[in-house]
T-cell receptor
Framework: GNSVTQMEGPVTLSEEAFLTINCTYT??????LFWYVQYPGEGLQLLLK?????DKGSNKGFEATYRKETTSFHLEKGSVQVSDSAVYFC????????????FGQGTILTVHP | EPEVTQTPSHQVTQMGQEVILRCVPI?????FYWYRQILGQKVEFLVS????????KSEIFDDQFSVERPDGSNFTLKIRSTKLEDSAMYFC???????????FGPGTRLLVL
């Protein structure tokens, strides 16, 4: 079946450090890939997405590239801020019209000043 | 910016009671979803709804669960007889004609005692 695996957290960084959160997915069908972010006390917000191989999604300084050869969609940011502290979820669609999402387990990111 | 809203934000109920969780999807969206997240676990798909009927449901979505779109704006999840293991955060999501991109509400935290 479809699954998504994220790196274990929590991740703790200092402000302006480089961030990578690893995500891999099972290579069934032609999924779209997503990163969602959940700030404290809030719901899931779409951060970025990529719909086909080699696409790069980007938003708010975050980037992720759809790598079919390694079945990965790692999230990166060159310089994190305290306000980036949140839980990050990687997700894949099923690749069909109804778009059921399968999520990774989430990675808690804490950024210290 | 349009957003998905959910009420209540928190609900405490006794085991065996019925609960109704309410969602107002983004107004021009056509596809609607419920997910849940048990504390410390992954976000899990429950059900998708399109054209006034269920399009897909997971094995979690048994006979105790039902969904309804009673009017042009609300989308509800009913649990007929709650169990302790139904305690979770429940997220509603909606999408437009690009069904793989889903927008989530802030969630309802349900606690069954």
């Amino acid at each position: 079946g479809n699954s998504v695996t994220q790196m274990e957290g929590p991740v703790t960084l200092s402000e302006e450090a480089f961030l990578t959160i690893n995500c891999t997915y099972t290579a069934t069908g032609y999924p779209s890939l997503f990163w969602y972010v959940q700030y404290p006390g809030e719901g899931l917000q779409l951060l970025l997405k990529a719909t086909k191989a080699d696409d790069k999604g980007s938003n708010k300084g975050f980037e992720a590239t759809y790598r079919k050869e390694t079945t990965s969609f790692h999230l990166e940011k060159g310089s994190v801020q305290v306000s980036d502290s949140a839980v990050y979820f990687c997700a894949r669609s099923r690749g069909t019209s109804y778009g059921k999402l399968t999520f990774g387990q989430g990675t808690i990111l804490t950024v210290h000043p | 910016e349009p957003e998905v809203t959910q009420t209540p934000s928190h609900q405490v109920t006794q085991m065996g009671q019925e609960v109704i969780l309410r969602c107002v999807p983004i107004s021009n969206h056509l596809y609607f979803y419920w997910y849940r997240q048990i504390l410390g676990q992954k976000v899990e798909f429950l059900v998708s709804f399109y054209n006034n009927e269920i399009s897909e449901k997971s094995e979690i979505f048994d006979d105790q669960f039902s969904v309804e779109r009673p009017d042009g704006s609300n989308f509800t999840l009913k649990i007929r007889s709650t169990k302790l293991e139904d305690s979770a955060m429940y997220f509603c999501a909606s999408s437009d004609g690009s069904p793989e991109t889903q927008y989530f509400g802030p969630g309802t935290r349900l606690l069954v005692l």
